[in-house]
């Protein structure tokens, strides 16, 4: 059983900074890429980033470029999200997913593509 847990949301001030950790565990598996999604009320989950496990390379939603920075410690199997200049519209519940099954059929912000997910940590920017 592979377990993805997320932590590390909470209430903040827009402007403000905040860092989510997404900790797996459980029995070892072969991960292509660790990505961050969320979720707003009535809305679709949305791709945030990602990160590709062996080249370190990482991708970013244009709505969070600049501000957001995905990084993982591979000694902890742990990815980290880096949220600065944060703004009300992204309050959400934040996932993390794990990738370990190529698939070039479907592009990498599409969350089929992900195998294993976290059960979601709250952020909520207030204005």
């Known amino acids: 059983q592979v377990q993805l847990v997320e932590s590390g949301g909470g209430l903040v001030q827009a402007g403000g900074s905040l860092r989510l950790s997404c900790a797996t565990s459980g029995r070892t598996f072969s991960r292509l890429a660790m990505a961050w999604f969320r979720q707003a009320p009535g809305k679709e989950r949305e791709f945030a980033a990602r990160?590709?496990?062996?080249?370190?390379?990482?991708i970013y939603a244009d709505s969070v470029k600049g501000r957001f920075t995905i990084s993982r410690d591979n000694a902890k199997n742990t990815v980290y999200l880096q949220m600065n200049s944060l703004k009300p519209e992204d309050t959400a519940v934040y996932y993390c997913?794990?990738?370990?099954?190529?698939?070039?059929?479907?592009?990498?912000?599409?969350?089929?593509?992900?195998?294993?997910w976290g059960q979601g940590t709250q952020v909520t920017v207030s204005s």
């Open positions: 990160i590709n496990w062996s080249s370190n390379r990482t």
């Open positions: 997913a794990a990738q370990t099954r190529q698939n070039p059929s479907i592009i990498y912000s599409r969350s089929i593509l992900y195998d294993y």
